[in-house]
């Protein structure tokens, strides 16, 4: 069993008991944080977020820490411009510790749905007499006017 949960806009893969680096969150180390599904697979099969409604992952805060330094080096040549940065990036350690008991306590139920009747079938529509369907005769195009310039004389 696993589930897809959302956090910070990005989305994470977690079975129970596995830990996960999140985005920093607040709270302490051993509160405990609940996030939403966006797909559970278990038993029942895999179901997206509009089938398992009210659906949580739940986890504890474990740690809280910075990434490995990653050097941010600006430079332009021939300008004697340089600037080093450096920057770490805050994270929170959380452990799964339950996904949504109500996939193992209530099951989707399939709504009964009545019998939908057959959609009425639309009537043609009345063929035209056979003088509109007839072919019109393609527009005449007129003469030009203008006449042609005449070709240009040689000298001798």
């Known amino acids: 069993m696993y589930a ?3 956090n910070g806009g990005k989305q ?3 079975c129970i008991g ?6 920093k969150l607040s709270g302490k180390v051993g509160d405990s944080v609940e996030f939403p ?17 009210g659906l949580k ?3 504890e805060i474990v740690s809280e820490g910075k990434d490995k330094k990653i050097i941010v080096f600006k430079y332009k040549p021939k300008k004697n411009e340089r600037k080093k940065q450096g920057h770490r990036q805050p994270f929170t350690t959380v452990k799964v510790t339950a996904i949504g008991e109500a996939v193992a306590e209530k099951p989707a139920a399939k709504k009964a749905t009545a019998a939908k009747k057959p959609a009425a079938k639309k009537e043609a529509p009345a063929e035209k007499p056979a003088t509109e ?7 005449k195009k007129p ?14």
Not at 18 to 23: M, S
Not at 133 to 139: S, V
Not at 143 to 156: Q, V
């Open 57 to 59: 992952v739940k986890a």
């Open 143 to 156: 003469a030009s006017t203008a006449a042609k310039k005449p070709a240009a004389k040689k000298a001798e």
């Open 133 to 139: 369907t007839a072919a019109k005769p393609a527009a």
């Open 18 to 23: 596995d830990l996960v680096k999140l985005e």
């Open 4 to 6: 897809i949960f959302d």
């Open 37 to 53: 599904v966006v797909l559970v697979s278990d038993d029942n099969g895999v179901r997206v977020a509009n089938e398992v409604e």
């Open 12 to 14: 994470y893969k977690a």
